[in-house]
C-alpha cells in the first residue's frame, strides 16, 4: 500500500466519531488510576493487586445487575469487595512479611479463580439498554451516543466526589498519618504511627476505588471478562505520569493535592485518546500493549531528563564562570 492510498483511508471524520466513547473510558480508568495513585506515589508500593481488584469489581457488578439489583447498589457492593481484595494484600505483606509486590501478585493470582467463581464463566454480559449505569435501572438507551454522553456524566460526576473525598480523607490526621508513611516509613514509626495498619488501609482504599473502576466499566461496556484488568497497573501508571507531567507543565509553581488528582483523571483521558489515535492510524491491535509501554517508558523517563539536562546546564555554567575568574 503506497502512502497515498493509505492516508486516503484515514478518516478524520471517523477519528472524530470514535472521541466520545474514548473520552468516557479514558475517564474510567482515570478513575482506575486514582486507585493505583494512593499505593504507588503515596505508599510507594507497586500494588499488582489492581489487575484483578478491577475484574473484581466487574464481575461482582455484572451479577448483582443480571440478578435485579439497582446499578448503584451493585457499584456500592463491588467497592466493598474491592476494599476486602486490597485487605488480603495488605494482610499477606504486613502479618505474613511477604514483600508488598509479591502479596500483590499473590492475590490477583487468586482473584482470577474467584472472579470465575463469581461470573460462573469466563463472561457475562448486562445489556446496556436494559440496566444503563449508575442511576438507570431498566430504562437504559436505545441510541448509543446517549449512552456514551451518559457515561461521560456519571464519569465526571464520579470522579469529582472521588477527587473530593480522597482532598478531604488524606487532610485529616488518618490520612495525612498514610502520606507520612510512604514518605518515610522509619521517622513515622518513630512519630507513633502504626505503619503496618496505614499500608492496609491504604491498599484496601485502593482497590476500592479501582473495583469501583471496574464497575463502571462494566456497566458502559455491558460485558464483563474475567481479564478485564489485564495490564491495569500499566494504564494506571501511564495516567499517573501523562496527569503529573502535564500538571507540573501548566502550573510551574506547582499544583495542590486535588489538581494533580484531577490531572491524573485527565490524564486516562489522554492515554486512551492516543491508544483510538494508534487504531485509527491502522496499526496491529496486537502491537497496543508495546505502544503502551513505549508511551509510558517515554513519560517516565522525561522527569529524570529534565533533571539531568538542569543539572548538566548548571555544572556548564559553573564552569564558565570558574573559567572566567581564572583567565
Known amino acids: 500500500m503506497t502512502m497515498s492510498v493509505y492516508l486516503s483511508a484515514l478518516s478524520v471524520t471517523n477519528l472524530i466519531g470514535r472521541m ?44 448483582l ?30 502479618k505474613l512479611g511477604i514483600p508488598a509486590i509479591l502479596a500483590g501478585i499473590l492475590t490477583q493470582f487468586a482473584l482470577y479463580s474467584i472472579n470465575l467463581r463469581i ?25 448509543s451516543s446517549l449512552h456514551i454522553t451518559q457515561a461521560i456524566l456519571v464519569g465526571l460526576v ?23 508513611t510512604g514518605d518515610n516509613p522509619a521517622m513515622s514509626r518513630a512519630q507513633g504511627i502504626h505503619i503496618e495498619t496505614m499500608k492496609v488501609i491504604g491498599l484496601g482504599i485502593s482497590n476500592g476505588i479501582v473495583a469501583l473502576a471496574g464497575g463502571l466499566m462494566t456497566q458502559f461496556q455491558g460485558t464483563a471478562d474475567v481479564s478485564m484488568g489485564r495490564g491495569a497497573i500499566v494504564i494506571g501508571l501511564a495516567a499517573i505520569v501523562i496527569g503529573e507531567i502535564l500538571c507540573d507543565a501548566i502550573f510551574s509553581k506547582g499544583c495542590n493535592f486535588a489538581v494533580k488528582l484531577s490531572f491524573i483523571i485527565f490524564g486516562g483521558v489522554i492515554y486512551y485518546a492516543v491508544m483510538v489515535v494508534i487504531l485509527w492510524l491502522k496499526l496491529d491491535p496486537n502491537d497496543l500493549k508495546l505502544f503502551t509501554a513505549i508511551i509510558v517508558a517515554i513519560f517516565l523517563a522525561i522527569p529524570q531528563l529534565k533533571a539531568r539536562s538542569k543539572s548538566s546546564f548548571a555544572r556548564s555554567k559553573k564552569r564558565a564562570l570558574s573559567e572566567r575568574s581564572d583567565a
Not at 67 to 89: K, N, Q, R, Y
Open 20 to 63: 466520545p466513547a474514548a473520552v468516557a473510558q479514558g475517564i474510567i480508568w482515570g478513575l482506575m488510576a486514582l486507585g493505583v495513585f494512593i499505593t504507588f506515589r503515596l505508599l510507594d508500593i507497586p500494588d499488582m493487586t489492581v489487575d484483578g481488584s478491577f475484574a473484581t469489581g466487574g464481575a461482582v457488578t455484572v451479577m
Open 65 to 94: 445487575l443480571l440478578a435485579g439489583m439497582p446499578a448503584w447498589a451493585a457499584l456500592l457492593i463491588a467497592i466493598v469487595v474491592g476494599v476486602l481484595t486490597g485487605l488480603c494484600t495488605g494482610f499477606l505483606h504486613t
Open 119 to 143: 461470573m460462573t464463566k469466563a463472561n457475562q454480559t448486562a445489556s446496556v439498554q436494559k440496566f444503563g449505569m449508575f442511576w438507570e435501572n431498566g430504562n437504559g438507551f436505545l441510541v
Open 158 to 180: 464520579v470522579a469529582a466526589v472521588i477527587v473530593a473525598l480522597s482532598y478531604w480523607y488524606f487532610g485529616t490526621e488518618q490520612g495525612s498519618a498514610l502520606r507520612a
